[in-house]
């Protein structure tokens, strides 16, 4: 497609439920990026992927978490017994991660996440 | 430790004023420097990126300049207009191919008629 696709856009759910966030990056980009933003706050990285090398998982803040991505391709992030704090926007952002490339990522609308 | 501090945290102006916005980084190797835009309930959008040999980038009436000596990074609004107001959010990628983000907490401007 013509940019990062994230899904559901919005998702609401109850405490201890698991969800799972989609991310459809932009054909041809290598890297693919998750980042957290709780309301009124930064962005928090989560993972990172890089072609078919192990992804970066240093941001992940619990075990509850774990991304998986099929390739150069989709994505999903997900989050097993959905917390309150878990509560936040899900941004996702790909990049055409090369040698000496300027490394622009290009983000999703994100996927807004609220745990009842 | 890699980090990227910006300031101030939320600024207010008036439509028609002219704002700077600061990042202070440490961050090694430095690869470029990008400032994104981040509109309420969007994803961030670049607005410029910056080499290590670069001092001055325009885009508009956005103006970056770059001090890779200093570390610092600063980026000037001129002539805000209403839809100027965002979080703008510096970004410090580092490594030889710049692959690894560091994400600055963002300055949240507030522009008023």
């Known amino acids: 497609g013509a940019g990062v696709s994230q899904s559901p856009s919005n998702k609401v759910t109850e405490k201890g439920k698991d969800v799972e966030l989609r991310c459809d990056p932009i054909s041809g980009h290598t890297a693919l990026y998750w980042y957290r933003q709780r309301l009124g706050q930064g962005l928090e990285f989560l993972i990172y992927?890089?072609?078919?090398?192990?992804?970066?998982k240093s941001g992940l803040p619990s075990d509850r978490f774990s991304a998986e991505r099929t390739g150069e391709s989709v994505s999903t992030l997900t989050i097993q017994r959905t917390q309150q704090e878990d509560s936040a926007v899900y941004l996702c952002?790909?990049?055409?991660?090369?040698?000496?490339?300027?490394?622009?990522?290009?983000f999703g609308e994100g996927s807004r996440l609220t745990v009842l | 430790k890699n980090q990227v501090e910006q300031s101030p945290q939320s600024l207010i102006i008036l439509e028609g004023k002219n704002c700077t916005l600061q990042c202070n980084y440490t961050v090694s190797p430095f690869s470029n420097l990008r400032w994104y835009k981040q509109d309420t309930g969007r994803g961030p959008v670049s607005l410029t990126i910056m080499t290590f040999s670069e001092n001055t980038k325009s885009n508009g009436r956005y103006t970056a300049t770059l001090d890779a000596d200093t570390k610092q990074s600063s980026l000037h609004i001129t002539a805000s207009q209403l839809s100027d107001s965002a979080s703008y959010i510096c970004v410090v990628s580092a490594g030889t191919g710049g692959f690894k983000t560091i994400f600055g907490a963002g300055t949240r401007l507030f522009v008023k008629a």
């Open positions: 952002a790909s990049s055409l991660a090369v040698a000496g490339g300027t490394g622009e990522l290009f």
């Open positions: 992927f890089q072609g078919n090398s192990a992804p970066d």
